[in-house]
C-alpha cells in the first residue's frame, strides 16, 4: 500500500493512512458536539422559557410562549451563525484552517454553558447569540480542512463520515437532556436546563484536541505561497458567482427546511405527550416523565433516520451525481412531511414516521460536506464553503420563527404545529425543480488548487 507522502504512515481502511483518520476523527467531533450545542435549546425550551418569562409551567400561555420564543431564538441563533459561518471562514483563509477551527469550538462550547446562569430570557438571548458565532463557524473550517486532506477518491466518502456526526450529535443532545431532565434531576425542572447547557461544556475537549494534535493544511499553506490574501468579494467575480448562488441556493432550502422541523421537534414530542397524559389521567410527575421519553423518542427517530439518509448520498452521488442527488432528496423531503403531517395517525405512529422525514431533510447534509468545498480553489474555500452554508442561515432564520409565530396563534396544539409542519414540505418541492437550472454539477472534477 502507498504511503502518505505528508506523514509517510502507510494507508488503511478505504485507503486513507492514519493521519487521514485523524482530520477526520477532529471534524467530525468538532462537528457532532457543533450540532450538539446547537441543539440542547430545543430539548429545554418547554422548561426553561416558562421559568425565564415568570409562566405558569402548563399553562396555555406557557405553550404559546414556549412555541414563540423556540422560533424567535432559533431565528436569532441562525443570524448568528451566519455571521459566525462568513466571518471564520474568511479567518481560516487568513490564518490557517487549524487555529481557526481551535477558536470556533471554544466559542460555542463557552457560550452554550453560559446560558446555565441566565435569570432572564434576554440573557439567555444573548449568551446564545455568543455560542452561535463559534457554531456557525465551525462547519466550513471542517469541511474545508477533511476535503483538502484527503485524496480525491476518497472525498465523497470522507464527507459522509464527517457528516454523520451531526444526526449523532442530536442523538447525544436527547440522550444528555433525558438523562439529566428525565433521571437525575426529574422532580426539579426549574433547574434541570441548567445542567444541561453546561453540559456543553463537553466540546471543550475536542478543541484541545484541534489544537495539539492536527497539523495546517498543505493545500492552504501552498494556496497562501502562490497568490495574495482572499476577499469575500471574489465569490461572485465571473468564475465563480454561478457555483456560489447555486450553492447557496441548496443551503437556503436544506437549512430552512430542516429547522423548521427540528426546532420544534421536541415540542411536538412534549405536546403529544402531554396530551395523551391528560386523556389517560396521569400525575404530574408522570407527565414529565412521558414527556421526557417521548421529546428523546421523537428526536432519536428524526435523527436516526438523517443517519441513514446521510449514508445514501455515497451511492447518489457516485451513480447520478451532485445536483441530481439535491433534486433527490428535496423530493423525498416534501413526501415525506406530506405523509407525516397530514393524515390523521396515532401518536405513536406520527412520531415514528419522523425517520421517513429525517431521511431527507437530515440526509441531504450529507452532500454539502464534499460538494461545497468542490466549488472554490483552496484559498477562497473556507470562505466559500461557510459563505453559502451560513448566510443560506440568514434567509432560512425566517423559518423556525415563522413556524413558531403561526403555531402560537393557532392556539398551540399539537395539532396547529402539524398543521404548519405540512405546508413546510412545499419548500423542497419547489426547490427540486429550480435544481436543475441553478446548480453547478462537480462530480469528477479535482479539488481545484
Same mark, same amino acid.
Given at each position: 500500500?502507498?504511503?502518505?507522502?505528508?506523514?509517510?504512515?502507510?494507508?488503511?481502511?478505504?485507503?486513507?493512512?492514519? %493521519?487521514?483518520?485523524?482530520?477526520?476523527?477532529?471534524?467530525? /467531533?468538532?462537528?457532532?458536539?457543533?450540532?450538539?450545542?446547537?441543539?440542547?435549546?430545543?430539548?429545554?425550551?418547554?422548561?426553561?422559557?416558562?421559568?425565564?418569562?415568570?409562566?405558569?409551567?402548563?399553562?396555555? /400561555?406557557?405553550?404559546?410562549?414556549?412555541?414563540?420564543?423556540? +422560533?424567535? *431564538?432559533?431565528?436569532?441563533?441562525?443570524?448568528?451563525?451566519?455571521?459566525?459561518?462568513?466571518?471564520?471562514?474568511?479567518?481560516?483563509?487568513?490564518?490557517?484552517?487549524?487555529?481557526?477551527?481551535?477558536? !470556533?469550538?471554544?466559542? %460555542?462550547?463557552?457560550? !452554550?454553558?453560559?446560558?446555565?446562569?441566565?435569570?432572564?430570557?434576554?440573557?439567555?438571548?444573548?449568551?446564545?447569540?455568543?455560542?452561535?458565532?463559534?457554531?456557525?463557524?465551525?462547519? =466550513? *473550517?471542517?469541511? !474545508? $480542512?477533511?476535503?483538502?486532506?484527503?485524496?480525491?477518491?476518497?472525498?465523497?466518502?470522507?464527507?459522509?463520515?464527517?457528516?454523520?456526526?451531526?444526526?449523532? +450529535?442530536?442523538?447525544?443532545?436527547?440522550?444528555?437532556?433525558?438523562? *439529566?431532565?428525565?433521571?437525575?434531576?426529574?422532580?426539579?425542572?426549574?433547574?434541570?436546563?441548567? %445542567?444541561?447547557?453546561?453540559?456543553?461544556?463537553?466540546?471543550?475537549?475536542?478543541?484541545?484536541?484541534?489544537?495539539?494534535?492536527?497539523?495546517?493544511?498543505?493545500?492552504?499553506?501552498?494556496?497562501?505561497?502562490?497568490?495574495?490574501?482572499?476577499?469575500?468579494?471574489?465569490?461572485? !467575480?465571473?468564475?465563480?458567482?454561478?457555483?456560489?448562488?447555486? =450553492?447557496?441556493?441548496?443551503?437556503?432550502?436544506?437549512?430552512?427546511?430542516?429547522?423548521?422541523?427540528?426546532?420544534? *421537534?421536541?415540542?411536538?414530542?412534549?405536546? $403529544?405527550?402531554?396530551?395523551?397524559?391528560?386523556?389517560?389521567?396521569?400525575?404530574?410527575?408522570?407527565?414529565?416523565?412521558?414527556?421526557?421519553?417521548?421529546?428523546? %423518542?421523537?428526536?432519536?427517530?428524526?435523527?436516526?433516520? =438523517?443517519?441513514?439518509?446521510?449514508?445514501?448520498?455515497?451511492?447518489?452521488?457516485?451513480?447520478? =451525481?451532485?445536483?441530481?442527488?439535491?433534486?433527490?432528496?428535496?423530493?423525498?423531503?416534501?413526501?415525506?412531511?406530506?405523509?407525516?403531517?397530514?393524515?390523521?395517525?396515532?401518536?405513536?405512529?406520527?412520531?415514528?414516521?419522523?425517520?421517513?422525514?429525517?431521511? #431527507?431533510?437530515?440526509?441531504?447534509?450529507?452532500?454539502?460536506?464534499?460538494? $461545497?468545498?468542490?466549488?472554490?480553489?483552496?484559498?477562497?474555500?473556507?470562505?466559500?464553503?461557510?459563505?453559502?452554508?451560513?448566510?443560506?442561515?440568514?434567509?432560512?432564520?425566517? /423559518?423556525?420563527?415563522?413556524?413558531?409565530?403561526?403555531?402560537?396563534?393557532?392556539?398551540?396544539?399539537?395539532?396547529?404545529?402539524?398543521?404548519? $409542519?405540512?405546508?413546510?414540505?412545499?419548500?423542497?418541492? /419547489?426547490?427540486? #425543480?429550480?435544481?436543475?437550472?441553478?446548480?453547478?454539477?462537480?462530480?469528477?472534477?479535482?479539488?481545484?488548487?
Amino acid at each position: 500500500m502507498a504511503a502518505d507522502p505528508l506523514t509517510g504512515s502507510r494507508a488503511g481502511l478505504l485507503g486513507l493512512s492514519g %493521519y487521514h483518520w485523524l482530520v477526520i476523527a477532529a471534524g467530525w /467531533a468538532g462537528w457532532g458536539f457543533d450540532v450538539y450545542d446547537a441543539v440542547l435549546f430545543n430539548f429545554v425550551a418547554p422548561e426553561c422559557i416558562p421559568q425565564l418569562l415568570r409562566l405558569a409551567p402548563g399553562s396555555a /400561555a406557557a405553550h404559546a410562549a414556549v412555541l414563540y420564543w423556540t +422560533g424567535a *431564538i432559533t431565528s436569532i441563533l441562525l443570524i448568528g451563525w451566519a455571521a459566525g459561518g462568513v466571518l471564520f471562514g474568511w479567518i481560516a483563509d487568513r490564518i490557517g484552517r487549524k487555529r481557526a477551527l481551535f477558536v !470556533t469550538i471554544a466559542l %460555542y462550547a463557552a457560550g !452554550t454553558a453560559a446560558c446555565a446562569l441566565a435569570g432572564n430570557i434576554w440573557e439567555l438571548l444573548v449568551c446564545r447569540a455568543l455560542a452561535s458565532l463559534g457554531i456557525g463557524g465551525e462547519w =466550513g *473550517i471542517g469541511a !474545508t $480542512l477533511v476535503a483538502e486532506a484527503v485524496p480525491d477518491k476518497r472525498r465523497v466518502e470522507a464527507g459522509v463520515i464527517l457528516q454523520t456526526a451531526s444526526p449523532l +450529535g442530536v442523538v447525544l443532545a436527547a440522550a444528555v437532556n433525558y438523562q *439529566i431532565t428525565g433521571v437525575w434531576f426529574l422532580g426539579q425542572p426549574q433547574l434541570a436546563w441548567r %445542567y444541561v447547557f453546561l453540559a456543553g461544556l463537553l466540546p471543550a475537549v475536542v478543541a484541545v484536541g484541534v489544537r495539539t494534535l492536527l497539523r495546517e493544511s498543505a493545500l492552504w499553506q501552498a494556496s497562501r505561497v502562490a497568490a495574495p490574501p482572499s476577499s469575500p468579494r471574489e465569490l461572485f !467575480t465571473p468564475g465563480l458567482r454561478r457555483a456560489t448562488l447555486g =450553492g447557496l441556493f441548496a443551503a437556503v432550502v436544506a437549512i430552512l427546511t430542516w429547522w423548521a422541523c427540528n426546532a420544534f *421537534i421536541p415540542s411536538l414530542g412534549a405536546s $403529544l405527550a402531554a396530551e395523551q397524559a391528560r386523556h389517560a389521567g396521569l400525575a404530574p410527575a408522570a407527565t414529565r416523565a412521558l414527556q421526557a421519553a417521548w421529546k428523546a %423518542y421523537a428526536s432519536n427517530a428524526f435523527n436516526v433516520g =438523517g443517519l441513514v439518509g446521510t449514508f445514501v448520498a455515497i451511492p447518489l452521488a457516485r451513480l447520478l =451525481g451532485r445536483r441530481p442527488t439535491f433534486v433527490a432528496y428535496f423530493l423525498w423531503s416534501a413526501l415525506a412531511l406530506f405523509a407525516t403531517f397530514g393524515p390523521a395517525l396515532p401518536p405513536a405512529e406520527r412520531l415514528a414516521m419522523l425517520f421517513l422525514v429525517g431521511a #431527507g431533510v437530515f440526509g441531504v447534509f450529507g452532500a454539502f460536506v464534499f460538494y $461545497l468545498p468542490e466549488l472554490f480553489p483552496a484559498r477562497l474555500r473556507a470562505t466559500g464553503a461557510g459563505f453559502c452554508y451560513n448566510v443560506g442561515r440568514v434567509i432560512a432564520a425566517a /423559518a423556525p420563527f415563522g413556524v413558531g409565530l403561526l403555531s402560537a396563534d393557532l392556539g398551540g396544539s399539537s395539532a396547529a404545529l402539524m398543521q404548519v $409542519l405540512f405546508w413546510v414540505g412545499l419548500v423542497p418541492l /419547489a426547490a427540486a #425543480g429550480a435544481a436543475w437550472l441553478l446548480m453547478v454539477e462537480t462530480r469528477g472534477r479535482p479539488l481545484p488548487p
